[in-house]
């Protein structure tokens, strides 16, 4: 058998990539008002494609207007945002880069003071009691299926090289996904099989529209998390239903913006050994036993030597990396010039608040001891 290596050429349904490094997708709250491309948001991009990452994933962009939930973030619910995108897809082509588009409904987390409009999600009352959201009608799930192909043939035309889903972290795809917020009776819940109806629905229509050499992958939850949420087992058995509608590549996060704080997306805090450093080790074992497709894993990897071992040992493959890259861009530039020296990342979030007063993300903790250090 010959062993995947981490700096190895891939290809994903025809998209080749340098390595199999994933720059996970990351709200950059560089967007305008509306939801265009700035240069500062290219500035970036540019930044990550010139540092050797094999792909980039862009920050989640929304699909409808209803569907934003934080300021800065990226649009693709209209035409007049192809332009700006493909300026800076071309920008990340040229500097020797490959980009992924993030595309998202936020359903029940979306912001009204941001949209002006009421949110949507599978169901009006969750698990906690409070009323969130409107339940969505039939029509409405049309409709959102509507805009997510709408939204990904923009991206094929905009020159991305692939789309990613995002069916993670409890916004409105994972909310179908997961007990916690879907409480429907009629065919779209209850069952896994019809939870992940409106998913598959939406994967179809895509794939239909987009044609079947056009890269679509998807990230998911490997599990929720919350009280009543998405399981392990069943977050593998979608992913088998995902593979079987013809995914290409899925990526496994955990958690929901509702789950306690240990247990969100982005884990506060430094992982204190190798076991910890990796969120979802055995989901993804769980995964590689029985799904087919190439799995991205994202997560708490900080080390080269963890990166290293996942990829060896077929745990994962490509290593997904989230918070490391806001805190150094050039992290996987540096690994493969042979400094091994793990990621200074200290999983302490402060990359948020800049994102969200238009300053754009960037790591605060870093920024501190650099400017110490100048004095
Ligand atoms: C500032 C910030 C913004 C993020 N934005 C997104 C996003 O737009 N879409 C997404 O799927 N995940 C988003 N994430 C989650 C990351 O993609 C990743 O799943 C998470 O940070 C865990 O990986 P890590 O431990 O390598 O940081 C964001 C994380 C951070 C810190």
């Not at 050994?273 to 993804?284: G, I, K």
Request: glycine fraction near 10%; proline fraction near 5%.
């Amino acid at each position: 058998m010959i062993m995947a290596e981490l700096f190895e050429k891939v290809s994903v349904n025809g998209m080749t990539l340098a390595n199999r490094f994933v720059r996970s997708a990351t709200w950059e709250g560089l967007a305008s008002r509306e939801g265009s491309v700035t240069p500062k948001l290219t500035k970036m991009m540019v930044e990550l494609a010139g540092n050797e990452i094999g792909l980039i994933i862009s920050g989640y962009t929304f699909v409808s207007p209803e569907g934003q939930s934080s300021p800065g973030q990226l649009a693709i619910h209209d035409d007049r945002f192809v332009a700006g995108l493909w300026a800076m897809v071309e920008a990340v082509h040229k500097a020797g880069g490959k980009i992924a588009l993030q595309i998202v409904h936020a359903g029940r987390f979306a912001d009204c003071a941001l949209t002006g409009l009421q949110p949507i999600g599978p169901s009006a009352v969750a698990k906690d009691g409070q009323t969130t959201c409107r339940a969505m009608s039939k029509a409405d799930i049309a409709n959102i299926i509507s805009a997510f192909t709408q939204a990904a043939v923009r991206a094929k035309r905009a020159g991305f090289d692939a789309i990613q889903l995002h069916a993670a972290h409890g916004f409105l795809l994972s909310q179908f996904l997961s007990p916690a917020f879907n409480q429907r009776t009629d065919e779209y819940g209850g069952t896994l099989e019809n939870r992940a109806r409106f998913l598959l629905e939406v994967v179809r229509s895509i794939r239909e529209a987009t044609g079947p050499a056009y890269p679509l992958l998807i990230k998911l939850n490997s599990e929720d998390f919350l009280e009543g949420g998405l399981t392990r087992d069943e977050a593998v058995q979608v992913a088998v239903m995902l593979e079987v509608a013809s995914v290409d590549a899925i990526e496994f996060s955990g958690g929901t913006v509702a789950s306690p704080e240990k247990f969100m997306p982005v884990r506060p805090g430094k992982p204190k050994t190798p076991q910890d450093e990796v969120f979802y080790r055995e989901a993804a074992q769980l995964y590689q036993a029985k799904v087919g497709i190439p799995l991205m894993l994202v997560g708490g990897i900080r080390s080269y030597e963890t990166a290293n071992d996942l990829i060896r040992r077929g745990v994962a493959d490509y290593i997904s990396l989230g918070r490391p890259l806001i805190c150094e861009p050039g992290l996987v530039k540096r690994w493969h010039n042979g400094d091994h020296r793990e990621s200074d990342c200290a999983s302490c979030n402060s990359c948020f608040a800049p994102a969200g007063d238009g300053r754009g993300v960037y790591c605060v903790t870093m920024e501190k001891k650099r400017g110490k250090a100048g004095g």
